[in-house]
């Protein structure tokens, strides 16, 4: 089995930065990241950025140009950068990875951009 970890959330005022951290342990052989989700209350769970087994990294276009999605393979680990935060980005974090053909997620981090 393959656990995901995430860290780094917390309170922060508008136009901050903040980094997400995903770090899979465990069994990783046929493991692979897929990308970091947020569900804000009320709402759906939404891609936020996505990294695809073959092609480039894609964003949602709310995030477009402030967020950046990175991995660390000698690590297992992988990034979300976040700059210039709004209170709309608040939501539940969340990183994915699939192994094999099964989908594996993390507990979720919470993130609260307010003043």
């Known amino acids: 089995q393959v656990q995901l970890v995430e860290s780094g959330g917390g309170l922060v005022q508008p136009g901050r930065s903040l980094r997400l951290s995903c770090a899979a342990s465990?069994?990783?052989?046929?493991?692979?990241?897929k990308g970091w989700y947020r569900q804000a209350p009320g709402k759906q769970r939404e891609l936020v950025a996505g990294?695809?087994?073959?092609?480039?990294?894609n964003y949602a276009d709310s995030v477009k140009g402030r967020f950046t999605i990175s991995m660390d393979n000698a690590k297992n680990t992988m990034y979300l950068q976040m700059n210039s935060l709004k209170p709309e980005d608040t939501a539940v974090y969340y990183c994915?990875?699939?192994?094999?053909?099964?989908?594996?997620w993390g507990q979720g981090t919470q993130v609260t951009v307010s003043s």
């Open positions: 990294m695809p087994s073959l092609g480039s990294t």
């Open positions: 994915k990875g699939t192994k094999w053909q099964y989908d594996v």
């Open positions: 465990g069994s990783t052989l046929g493991f692979s990241f």
